[in-house]
């Protein structure tokens, strides 16, 4: 089996990847998330992860678009602890450091730091580990990275100052994806939800009614422009629940009131696993 990650060995996706596949899991490195999804609808790999939220930059909603426009299934999802380092070839100290490299959501999360030093210029790239990569590979003295500690070891980086994202507690959302409505056996107590409402008053309350009534604890709720509908959104939704029951008759009542509902997948929460650790 092979699963499609965005970036290289030794990102954060790759980490996902081992975390919930085993560490031996083969991965298919790709430079964006268009690529990742071409991977898995051409067939090229059975799986993939896509990161879909962070604690601190929010939600990434490209990649709620790229979900809808191709059908994609969620398998599961899974909470992964982020600690962004900065790192740069050996014999450096972060005062000869003129650039850091990484990619945009890493820089968001860290740029708290790089207020202490506004010397230094901060270069938007495709992926994080793939700069450290490439700061080994080409030897480029000045330039730093944000990437993790996995690939400060793999690319023989040294880390010159650790934890610099803004809030320690930092936290990144993948969504494990697949074509063929795959799931994970055990529990499912956790559903991601895709619909539109008609434009009038109170439509879309109540179908949150129902939610509610239906016992689902409605998690986070999503909204995204239909793209060849102007000014009208979708709407995707994430709920939790005790009984798989409950969930089954709430989807019945959405399939007669939402519009172009669906159902993107129903899982394991995994929140709970993560801020119990």
């Known amino acids: 089996m092979k699963v499609a990650i965005q970036g290289v060995q030794g990102s954060f996706h790759h980490k996902v990847a081992q975390e919930f596949f085993g560490t031996d899991v083969a991965v298919v490195e790709c430079m964006s998330f268009p690529r990742l999804v071409d991977a898995l609808v051409e067939g090229e790999v059975q799986d993939a992860v896509m990161a879909i939220e962070n604690s601190i930059a929010g939600s990434i909603l490209p990649n709620y678009a790229l979900l809808d426009k191709h059908d994609l299934h969620i398998e599961g999802e899974f909470y992964l602890d982020i600690q962004h380092q900065l790192m740069a070839l050996p014999g450096q100290g972060i005062e000869d450091i003129k650039e850091v490299w990484s990619h945009p959501m890493a820089i968001l999360q860290c740029r708290e730091f790089f207020r ?155 929140k709970h696993d993560a801020t119990s650790k």
């Open 116 to 270: 202490n030093y506004p010397d230094i210029k901060l270069v938007e790239d495709t992926d994080t580990a793939g700069v450290a990569r490439e700061i080994q590979e080409k030897q480029l003295q000045g330039i730093g990275a944000i990437a993790s500690t996995v690939a400060a070891s793999i690319y023989k980086l040294n880390i010159l100052q650790a934890s610099i994202q803004t809030i320690n507690e930092n936290a990144t959302r993948f969504f494990i994806l697949n074509k063929d409505k795959k799931q994970v056996e055990g529990v499912i107590d956790k559903a991601s939800l895709r619909f539109s409402a008609d434009h009038k008053r109170g439509s879309l309350a109540a179908i949150l009614n129902v939610l509610s009534d239906c016992k689902m604890n409605l998690t986070k709720i999503q909204s995204m422009p239909i793209i060849e509908k102007p000014w009208k959104y979708a709407f995707f939704v994430d709920v939790t629940f005790e009984k798989i029951e409950s969930f089954n008759k709430a989807v019945q009542l959405l399939e007669i009131m939402a519009n172009d509902f669906k159902v993107l997948g129903a899982y394991k929460n995994r």
